[in-house]
């Protein structure tokens, strides 16, 4: 069964850092690509980042590139979140996903962990 | 990036046929992807490739369309499919839909 189970969240002052961590299981973890989704409370999805199956690649959206950075560790089957310079704004639900290839041009997400909360408030 | 436009809200009674729409900004091919959402749960996928069920979803679920329009049909609803439906797509940039709360009477 895959799971994935996200830790790290909690309640951060603005211009902090906080490091979010996604342990996976039930599959070969370095065979996929993995991204980060996050949801603002009571608001749509917005994909974070990306990271290819090897770590060598990696994609951001234009409000975190600088701040943020993703990673991996295949050893230990797992993903990382670091986010810097941490604005209001990032206050969301993280949730770490599975990342499929549909198409060399189209990607889906089939599996998501359960999600951990960041806050960013003084 | 591609902007996914879905309706806000419907509202169905159980056993009805209901579709939700999901309009592109721009074409994505068939690179449209369907996830629900019940409250205070993860995104689930049920849907990829604007028609391809996920593997385990009831096969009262269902997806079309290619280009710029998409749907998503289910039917018959059931009381259980309560829940706030994305689409996604990954042509340009990945970006998702408002998403559409289905409720039901």
């Known amino acids: 069964e895959v799971q994935l189970v996200e830790s790290g969240g909690g309640l951060v002052q603005p211009g902090r850092s906080m490091k979010l961590s996604c342990a996976a299981s039930?599959?070969?973890?370095?065979?996929?690509?993995m991204a980060w989704v996050c949801q603002a409370p009571k608001k749509g999805l917005e994909w974070v980042a990306t990271?290819?199956?090897?770590?060598?690649?990696?994609y951001y959206r234009d409000s975190v590139k600088g701040r943020f950075t993703i990673s991996r560790d295949n050893a230990k089957s797992t993903l990382y979140l670091q986010m810097d310079s941490l604005r209001s704004e990032d206050t969301a639900t993280y949730y770490c996903?599975?990342?499929?290839?549909?198409?060399?041009?189209?990607?889906?997400?089939?599996?998501w962990g359960q999600g951990v909360m960041v806050t960013v408030s003084s | 990036d591609t902007v996914l436009t879905q309706s806000p809200a419907l509202a169905v009674s159980p056993g009805e046929r209901v579709t939700i729409s999901c309009r592109a900004s721009?074409?994505?091919?068939?690179?449209m992807h369907w996830y629900q959402q019940k409250p205070g749960q993860q995104p689930k996928l049920l849907i990829y490739?604007?028609?391809n069920l996920e593997s385990g979803v009831p096969a009262r679920f269902s997806g079309s369309g290619s280009g710029t329009d998409f749907t998503l049909t289910i039917d018959p609803v059931e009381a259980d499919d309560t829940a706030t439906y994305f689409c996604?797509?990954?042509?340009?940039?990945?970006?998702f839909g408002a998403g559409t709360k289905l409720e039901l009477k």
């Open positions: 996903a599975r990342q499929v290839g549909y198409t060399t041009d189209s990607y889906y997400f089939d599996y």
């Open positions: 490739g604007a028609s």
């Open positions: 039930g599959f070969t973890f370095n065979n996929y690509d």
């Open positions: 996604q797509q990954s042509w340009n940039e990945y970006t």
């Open positions: 721009e074409s994505v091919s068939t690179g």
């Open positions: 990271i290819s199956y090897d770590g060598s690649s990696t």
